[in-house]
């Protein structure tokens, strides 16, 4: 039990009574959105104000992928922007908020699977920051990334997650951040302004996905790639699709699903999001 303590030390002071906090699959789509007045931000600012305010808040993004897996456990992360080509407004942004290494501890001792590594050079990035600051832009709560080890196969990610459970009952908000369908090259550029444009195949791979979502087929959602002959244009790489099997392995037999930003983009992005819980 003497690993546990610092868990324990965490959330000493919460009731029983306690919620058990939703979990969240969020389509981050451009980096632009962190600082965009629009239909994306303002669900995500509306999302801050609903869910019951967390303790803290947990994000599995796209973003950070990895050797082994790492959570952040600096007391004040920074702001990464990790990305090139945009305006030097969102290059100015700074997203304050702190840290939580008796938090990063915790979670790391929750995690049997895998020895999980405790990190002090990552810090926020875009994955992270630009949903989050839409969702409580006072920076007041505590927020921790969690890394994707990018040498693991879907299973490992699923299981993974579901070590993480006991966290939605100690107020911690998870969040995993990346983009169902996500092909870059693939982008129709003529079309990026044109209200929920997709491709073909896109919308198809969307209604896919959302159908298993709502069935709580996991085990079909694991097993990607024979989803459909689509599959691989909607997915040519996992990362921004990893994150969604860590929402889906925080789910439990009760919780109920729902979707928001259900949106295309471009062509062969979707925002398309989920909330459990």
Request: glycine residues 6%; negative net charge; aromatic residues 10%.
């Given at each position: 039990?003497?690993?546990?303590?610092?868990?324990?030390?965490?959330?000493?002071?919460?009731?029983?009574?306690?919620?058990?906090?939703?979990?969240?699959?969020?389509?981050?789509?451009?980096?632009?959105?962190?600082?965009?007045?629009?239909?994306?931000?303002?669900?995500?600012?509306?999302?801050?104000?609903?869910?019951?305010?967390?303790?803290?808040?947990?994000?599995?993004?796209?973003?950070?992928?990895?050797?082994?897996?790492?959570?952040?456990?600096?007391?004040?992360?920074?702001?990464?922007?990790?990305?090139?080509?945009?305006?030097?407004?969102?290059?100015?942004?700074?997203?304050?908020?702190?840290?939580?290494?008796?938090?990063?501890?915790?979670?790391?001792?929750?995690?049997?699977?895998?020895?999980?590594?405790?990190?002090?050079?990552?810090?926020?990035?875009?994955?992270?920051?630009?949903?989050?600051?839409?969702?409580?832009?006072?920076?007041?709560?505590?927020?921790?990334?969690?890394?994707?080890?990018?040498?693991?196969?879907?299973?490992?990610?699923?299981?993974?997650?579901?070590?993480?459970?006991?966290?939605?009952?100690?107020?911690?908000?998870?969040?995993?951040?990346?983009?169902?369908?996500?092909?870059?090259?693939?982008?129709?550029?003529?079309?990026?302004?044109?209200?929920?444009?997709?491709?073909?195949?896109?919308?198809?791979?969307?209604?896919?996905f959302k159908e298993k979502i709502s069935d709580k087929d996991?085990?079909?959602?694991?097993?990607?790639?024979?989803?459909?002959?689509?599959?691989?244009?909607?997915?040519?790489?996992?990362?921004?699709?990893?994150?969604?099997?860590?929402?889906?392995?925080?789910?439990?037999?009760?919780?109920?699903?729902?979707?928001?930003?259900?949106?295309?983009?471009?062509?062969?992005?979707?925002?398309?999001?989920?909330k459990i819980g």
């Amino acid at each position: 039990m003497a690993s546990l303590q610092p868990f324990y030390n965490w959330t000493k002071e919460l009731s029983e009574e306690d919620i058990k906090h939703p979990v969240l699959f969020v389509g981050h789509g451009s980096p632009m959105n962190g600082i965009e007045d629009n239909e994306f931000s303002q669900t995500w600012a509306k999302m801050g104000e609903t869910i019951q305010k967390p303790k803290a808040v947990l994000v599995i993004s796209a973003h950070w992928l990895t050797k082994g897996t790492h959570i952040t456990a600096m007391e004040n992360p920074k702001t990464i922007h990790d990305f090139g080509g945009f305006p030097q407004e969102l290059f100015d942004v700074q997203y304050p908020a702190k840290g939580n290494p008796e938090l990063a501890q915790a979670t790391k001792n929750l995690i049997h699977t895998t020895n999980v590594g405790l990190d002090h050079d990552w810090g926020l990035d875009h994955g992270t920051w630009t949903v989050v600051r839409h969702m409580y832009p006072n920076a007041d709560i505590p927020v921790l990334q969690l890394s994707i080890d990018y040498n693991k196969p879907p299973q490992y990610h699923y299981d993974l997650a579901k070590q993480l459970a006991s966290l939605r009952k100690k107020g911690v908000l998870i969040i995993g951040s990346g983009n169902m369908v996500h092909n870059l090259r693939m982008i129709a550029w003529n079309k990026i302004n044109e209200p929920n444009y997709g491709f073909d195949w896109a919308i198809e791979m969307d209604a896919i996905f959302k159908e298993k979502i709502s069935d709580k087929d996991h085990k079909s959602l694991i097993n990607y790639e024979t989803l459909n002959k689509a599959s691989k244009l909607a997915i040519p790489t996992p990362d921004h699709y990893f994150p969604l099997l860590y929402t889906l392995g925080l789910q439990d037999e009760k919780d109920e699903t729902s979707f928001f930003n259900d949106k295309m983009v471009g062509g062969s992005l979707n925002m398309t999001s989920v909330k459990i819980g």
